[in-house]
């Protein structure tokens, strides 16, 4: 009776002897492909002559490519993430220049952007007239809420009503209300800037019912919530859809001075 000593263990890992650099170097890039760690392929060589300078322990080796894996992952994840929101264009916190807007305060942005109104699915209402930073600190914070894991979803105010119409015209209105109920964070923008017909404000108020004190929505009006009347013509629908934004909400009013001009000649004097 022979004896296999290609195993240490009944069921247990391969144990393969004499393998030429050359060979464990293509054994190590075919696992990987297999088991689908592209950035341990990509690193391993890399990661090999750090560990001999280094001196690290295989254990230690081991850990440096698994990492390397992992926060690639998240990384890739993080971009996945960010393109599905939708958002058209970017936008950074980083980038947002609070010299030129004093009306919006630092400390609460910075608040926001940690996400806890997000986990607790609370709305978020930003209000100011045009060029005030309204649009920037809304996708900043959407984008920020996907770093962290969250899912979001950008769009208009327009064409999330345009959407919502035409799924009910083709039955499909539960199916596209339950989509965007269950995004982490639904993000509206220029909600106000044209009048919405009953119809279109009522399938509205539908989503913001569906999401209501279980997932966060943040909005950005150019009109104060006295003047919404004008979008919603409906007065008693018109209340119903503030009081759905505004309860539990963080409430930023970014006045009337453009961000953008103020901004633009910021940089010119630097």
């Given amino acids: 009776m022979t004896t296999n000593t ?24 075919q696992a990987c492909r297999r088991l689908r760690l592209p950035t341990i392929r990509s690193v391993v060589d890399e990661a ?28 890739r ?3 996945r993430r960010i393109k599905s929101a939708g958002f058209p264009r970017e ?33 978020l209402c930003l209000i100011g007239d045009s060029g005030t930073g309204k649009s920037h600190l809304l996708i900043a914070l959407g984008t920020a809420a996907a770093e962290q894991g969250y899912r979001v979803r950008y769009t208009l105010a327009t064409r999330l009503v345009n959407e919502l119409v035409e799924a009910a015209d083709e039955k499909q ?24 017909d009953r119809r279109g404000a009522e399938l509205l108020f539908q989503v913001l019912t569906e999401r209501e004190e279980k997932n966060a929505i943040a909005i950005a009006s150019n009109q104060s919530f006295s003047a919404w ?10 209340a119903a859809i503030v009081d759905r934004l505004t309860y539990n909400a963080t409430i930023i009013e970014t006045g009337t001075n453009s961000y953008r001009l103020a901004h633009t000649r910021a940089r010119q004097t630097l």
């Fill in 6 to 29: 290609s195993s240490s263990r009944p069921g247990g890992p391969r144990r393969r002897h004499g393998l030429t650099e050359q060979a464990a170097q293509a054994a190590i890039d």
């Fill in 48 to 75: 090999i002559t750090t560990a001999t300078k280094e001196q690290l322990t295989y254990q230690g080796f081991l850990a440096e490519l698994l990492l390397a894996e992992v926060d690639d992952r998240d990384r």
């Fill in 77 to 79: 994840s993080t971009l």
């Fill in 91 to 123: 936008k950074w916190l980083a980038d947002f220049d609070f010299t030129a807007n004093p009306n919006i305060n630092p400390a609460t942005i910075n608040e926001l952007a940690t996400g806890d109104w997000i986990r607790r699915g609370d709305p």
């Fill in 173 to 196: 209105l539960t199916k596209t209300i339950n989509r965007y109920g269950r995004v982490d964070l639904l993000v509206i923008d220029e909600l106000g800037y044209m009048e919405l």
């Fill in 229 to 238: 009347t004008d979008t919603f013509t409906d007065p008693r629908l018109c």
